[in-house]
DNA sequence: ATGAAAGCGCTAACAG
DNA sequence: CTGTTAGCGCTTTCAT
């Protein structure tokens, strides 16, 4: 089994070479009919490009980043491999760089990447999409970016969900349980969604009519402890919540853990419910009521949308993707 | 910012391209002098190889696959990261490949990967570590592979823990908490853990003096809902068991909520313990108690020894790495 | 121990 | 619309 090369193809379908890079790169000036025979040449003789001699001689070089900050998070593992499906797709490729996010020397680490990468584009995942130096620098080098989430939705390229109403929706879900004395547990205070999810809390108690009590917003971080020490500090306040709404489904496993370790039963006792619809949702007892993103397929429209931007700057957008509620266990009727 | 290439250290040092070449090789028939003076071009001027044209020129791709079957595990997800750890240490490439374990054709998918991408080795997962074909037919090819976890543990090249001692001595532990009646719920047949979790268990047994009653060994596929029916049918017996060992953690998951359905408690009632550690593991109520395998420094460990052998045949182990039973909260004295 | 020349397989720039 | 020529930056091969 020996390689097939540009080169086999050409004489084969009776062009010469550069014609079947024309088909292969779908660039113009080729006749419809050449281009279906070399098509069906290439196809017959399972040729493909080989890509360092692609990159070497072109001045792209198939080679995508993904940027994240915890690599550990189940949240970040499904959005890799969202960008995968879409590079592998178009037969690009995806190098992922975990970063420590220190504000410090981002930029240059990342310019550093891209310089010696030559990377054609960029991913970037919370926190890192609200980085207002790098993305400026981004610009500067003419790198394409495309961000998974980030906190300002008009930035040119990348995915959202519509975090607010999903989380309004949630709000009045629990208010037409009966739940008056809702509590909100914050996400981590550098990541955008923290900000728009609290925004959803708002909104949400306000057009449930009901009263909003600054004491029932705690601190987190999106980790299961901050959940945990979270919900211990509610559930001591001397008029305690009935429900509790955790920026994420960590937070919300930690909430549950603490009521359980009290003796207290969910959602008998109070009601729990998280964000995202992480593997762990299912997982717990009680299953966990979420607000379900799409989470792999806005990896892959994020990394859809680069890849416009890439073969043509000005292409490429802000996608919106739906949310939905998923209602599971740990929701349930005001205790009476 | 220009990019430098061999040319210029060259011109630098005083040498020809070939001898820079040589030195960032490691190859021999360089003087002393020489190298030192060419190692001090190359840091002062940055100098990186570019890699499309290295392979390009070279019989090498720097490019290593890891074959994987089931893509959402956070098992994998774990793996993955300890290979790209040890792939980007020496810089190397790593290429993801999902496949869909059926037998069949994964002989010749393969091979097709294989030759297309030029790849030097590839990672071996469970439970495609297995696959005596595919092994055969590697080898045929010369292309050095490296297992995590396979069943054969003299198999050349790869990683494994000690499984069934650790699972025995997990039996240990529920044994000296007074349990007598402890069930085993086992792991996907296809994969070879299953194999060895079960070993582990018998032995365990036997080890404490235990009556091994089959009725105990309940069937799963290492899934959340696999564990969920198997400890259904466990606590339908007549005389159920005090103390459930599932061979994973997501199936030890589902049998914590099974139990909690049915309004009984963990571990008052019924202990339960999982192999792996993932992160679930510290995220259910109650935290579960469990065997932790490395599994990242597995991954990267594997990616090491395979990097050994594509540097020389004949290179690179089995490596065993020590687990450690992570004792928490579900599991407890048998019920008096 | 060192170097010169010839590609690797593709795309860019320029001709027709 | 199509083809020719000259590299991309490195390693290989073969001299010296």
Known sequence: MVRVRIEDVAAEAGVSMKTVSR?????????????????????????????????????????????????????????????????????????LAPLVYDAKDIVSKVESLVLQSRLDGVVLTPPITDDAALLARLDELDIPWSSVSPTERNRRIGVIVDEPSAVAEMIGHLASLGHRRIAHIKGHPAHGASHWRLAGYREGMQRAGLALDEALIADGEFSYDSGFAATNGLLDLPDPPTAIFAANDDMAAGAIGAVCERGLSVPRDISICGFDDTPIARHIYPSLTTVRQPTREMGRLAGVELLKAIRDRGQGGMVVVPYTLQLRRSTGPRKA
Do not use: F, I
């Open 23 to 95: 088909v292969l790169n779908e660039e113009p000036n080729v006749s419809e009919r050449t281009r279906e025979r070399v098509r069906e040449v290439v196809e017959r003789l399972q040729y493909r490009p080989h890509p360092s001699a692609r990159v070497l001689a072109g001045r792209k070089s198939y080679l995508v980043a993904m940027l994240y900050d915890n690599p550990s998070s189940n949240y970040l593992m499904e959005v890799e491999q969202g960008v995968l499906d879409a590079c592998q797709a178009q037969h690009y490729n995806l190098m």
